[in-house]
């Protein structure tokens, strides 16, 4: 019986990709934090984060995951989620957090220099020191860290298997 999972990890890593991916394939409730921020304030995360600050993006990152429940089988979170323990704890309440672990050099493969991503640090702060800063933090948290250079099929597999 498939139990309720959510994502954490690095922007690029897949989290959105594969959890509405999987989804689909088992035909689940989704919910994507970054997506959720965006539409309640109709704006991107970037545009947020220039207009508000950092902070803000993580105290609504945090906001929006304390009002999910287990309704939502799969939730897609933003990359730091992991900075606040309230969020952390609600989420491991009723999903098994799995951690994408995706190679830095992938994830600035895919992200670029990460402008345009709405990321909640810093500004200054390049992808390496977030990357570090926050492996740490992913590793507290997961229940399950899952190889995020394998395709999304093969991730597929794995994670409906938790």
Known sequence: MF?????VG?????????GKALSIELSISYADTDLLIE???????????????YKFIRMEEERTILN?????????TGGSA????????????????IYILTPLNIIKKRIGDGQERGFAVPDGMSIEDVF???????????????????????????????
């Not at 995360?45 to 220039?50: F, H």
């Open 39 to 53: 539409s309640k304030y109709n704006e991107s995360l970037e545009n947020i984060k220039r207009s508000k600050g």
């Open 82 to 97: 992991i900075y606040s323990n309230a969020a952390m704890s609600h989420l491991k309440s009723f999903t098994k957090v």
């Open 10 to 18: 690095m922007a690029g890593c897949g989290k959105s990709t594969i």
């Open 132 to 162: 570090y800063e926050r492996e740490p933090l992913y590793n507290k948290w997961a229940d399950k860290t899952v190889d995020g250079s394998l395709s999304i099929d093969q991730l597929i597999k794995i994670i409906s298997k938790f």
């Open 68 to 76: 999910l429940n287990k309704d939502f089988r799969i939730v897609s």
């Open 3 to 7: 139990k309720n999972i959510s994502f």
